[in-house]
């Protein structure tokens, strides 16, 4: 079975850093593109950043840009989302997901997620 | 950048009719659309991708069609747990339309 848990979220104050989480099981991590996605509160979805499967090919949302990086662990079978220079329309719940296949576009399984709250 | 457009907003219905969601995308996206259901506190779930095939699991009451600019999710005859936000989504920059929100009458 398909698993992606996320963590690492919680409460940060304005200008500050988080390091998000996502273990990933059940599959072959390493054989997929994984992405990050966000839902700010009463919101819709997102899509904040991608990354194939060797880490060859990392895009990011132009509201991210140069201030979140993406980076994974084959090893670990983990994928990581590094958030600095935080402001408050940061803040929404982030979910893993998986790409349905290496070039593919949509998401077919995703994590639960994790809050983030920006706020001083 | 590619702007999807989602109507109607929401969409009031009753259990057992049938009910047609809109994608308007800005510029063709040939058939690279996808389609979420996501229930309150849970993640989206994949409906369709590739604007037309479902995805595993999905019953056939869910189906998808369009190409270029305009795609249509339709559900035949919707069962209570289909009371939901949809959400289209293109390839390019993986963006998503603001969502559609399925509601009781």
């Known amino acids: 079975e398909v698993q992606l848990v996320e963590s690492g979220g919680g409460l940060v104050k304005p200008g500050g850093s988080l390091r998000l989480s996502c273990a990933a099981s059940?599959?072959?991590?390493?054989?997929?593109?994984m992405n990050w996605v966000r839902q700010a509160p009463g919101k819709g979805l997102e899509w904040v950043s991608s990354?194939?499967?060797?880490?060859?090919?990392?895009y990011y949302a132009d509201s991210v840009k140069g201030r979140f990086t993406i980076s994974r662990d084959n090893a670990k079978n983990s994928l990581y989302l590094q958030m600095n220079s935080l402001r408050a329309e940061d803040t929404a719940v982030y979910y893993c997901?998986?790409?349905?296949?290496?070039?593919?576009?949509?998401?077919?399984?995703w994590g639960q997620g994790t809050l983030v709250t920006v706020s001083s | 950048e590619i702007v999807l457009t989602q109507s109607p907003a929401t969409l009031s219905l009753s259990p057992g009719e049938r009910a047609t969601l809109s994608c308007r995308a800005s510029q063709s996206v040939s058939s690279y659309l996808a389609w979420y259901q996501q229930k309150p506190g849970q993640a989206p779930r994949l409906l369709i991708y590739?604007?037309?095939n479902r995805a595993t699991g999905i019953p056939a009451r869910f189906s998808g069609s369009g190409s270029g600019t305009d795609f249509t999710l339709t559900i035949s005859s919707l069962e209570p747990e289909d009371f939901a936000v949809y959400y289209c989504q293109q390839r390019s920059k993986r963006t998503f339309g603001q969502g559609t929100k399925v509601e009781i009458k």
């Open positions: 997901a998986r790409e349905g296949g290496e070039y593919s576009y949509y998401f077919d399984y």
């Open positions: 059940g599959f072959t991590f390493s054989s997929y593109s």
């Open positions: 590739d604007a037309s």
């Open positions: 990354i194939s499967s060797s880490s060859s090919y990392i």
